[in-house]
């Protein structure tokens, strides 16, 4: 996850020199983008039911991804 102290922020301000936007550099951007997809995948997981790491293993196995 971003640290926002690192995320070298640039403001845009407005004639009363209000914020009013953010300037990051892409890569930034992009970062704070998967931190915010992954946020949101697992909030709609969040009801799912767990397995165990075991069965997890087994399901793989079977699935002939392991």
């Known amino acids: 996850m971003v640290d926002l ?3 070298d ?3 845009v301000t407005n004639q009363s020199g209000e914020k009013t936007a953010v300037i990051l550099s892409l890569a930034n951007f992009q970062t704070l983008v998967e931190d915010l997809t992954d946020l949101a995948v ?3 997981r969040q009801d799912e039911p767990a397995i165990s ?3 997890l293993l087994d399901e793989m196995k079977q699935d002939g991804l392991l």
Do not use: D, G, N, S
């Open 42 to 44: 697992a909030a709609e």
């Open 53 to 55: 790491h075991q069965e």
């Open 9 to 11: 922020i640039q403001y």
């Open 5 to 7: 102290k690192q995320l």
